[in-house]
């Protein structure tokens, strides 16, 4: 069965720390991995990860993917209070109906 | 473009009652799909569409049905409405293959 876990499952830091947050997974015929940041409302999308050891990156934020060991990073530097929100990994499922596998989610809480 | 709608943003329901999600996408997206997302957990898939009358059950599909009679439309049916369905209800719809799906904003349904 296709599976995605996130770690830690919440996490909280004070302004200007580095965070990394964890998403380990198994899927069958794996194509790709997302990471979406979710605030009061619908998740919106930061990153899709194909290829291994490729750095994606968008101003403070960016992730990596380990197609050998299975598993990617999504780090946050000099973190701000706007950085507080739920942050998902997924993967699409082995069925290729383009559908996602979701972890759990990271909680993120940034202190002033 | 308005992207994926929802509605309602709210609703409570009293136990038994009935009620219909409505999501509506103006992308031109075949795949459509609905999440349910519980207090401190990830997106659960509830069931998906592949393309207008063709739908199949996701991971979570028991107590909700669906239709998929136009590309546009994707409404999700509750016919007894249980405590257990309390939940945030995301709709999402993705281009072909794309793998990165566009939500809704969300519908938060109570069932007391």
């Known amino acids: 069965e296709d599976k995605v876990v996130q770690s830690p499952l919440s996490l909280v830091v004070h302004e200007g720390d580095t965070v990394t947050l964890n998403c380990s997974y198994e899927?069958?015929?794996?194509?790709?991995l997302l990471w979406y940041k979710q605030e009061k409302k619908a998740p919106t999308f930061l990153f899709m990860l194909?290829?291994?050891?490729i750095e994606k990156k968008s101003g403070r934020l960016s992730s990596i993917l380990d197609k050998k060991e299975l598993f990617s990073i999504l780090n946050i530097t000099a973190t701000q209070t706007g950085d507080s929100a739920i942050y998902l990994c997924?993967?699409?499922?082995?069925?290729?109906?383009?559908?996602?596998?979701f972890g759990q989610g990271t909680t993120l809480q940034v202190k002033p | 473009n308005a992207g994926v709608t929802q509605t309602p943003k709210f609703r409570i329901l009293k136990i038994g009652q009935s009620m219909t999600l409505q999501c509506t996408q103006d992308?031109?997206?075949?795949?459509m799909y609905w999440y349910r997302q519980d207090p401190g957990m990830g997106l659960k898939l509830i069931y998906y569409?592949?393309?207008?009358?063709?739908?199949d059950k996701g991971e979570v599909p028991n107590g909700y049905n669906v239709s998929r009679s136009t590309t546009e439309d994707f409404p999700l049916r509750l016919e007894l409405a249980a405590p257990s369905q309390t939940s945030v209800y995301f709709c999402?719809?993705?281009?072909?293959?794309?793998?990165?799906?566009?939500f809704g904003p969300g519908t938060r349904l109570t069932v007391t």
């Open positions: 997924a993967a699409p499922g082995s069925s290729n109906t383009g559908k996602l596998i």
């Open positions: 899927v069958t015929n794996f194509r790709s």
């Open positions: 194909t290829s291994s050891g």
């Open positions: 992308m031109n997206h075949n795949y």
């Open positions: 569409s592949v393309g207008a009358g063709i739908t």
């Open positions: 999402a719809s993705e281009p072909v293959r794309g793998y990165e799906q566009y």
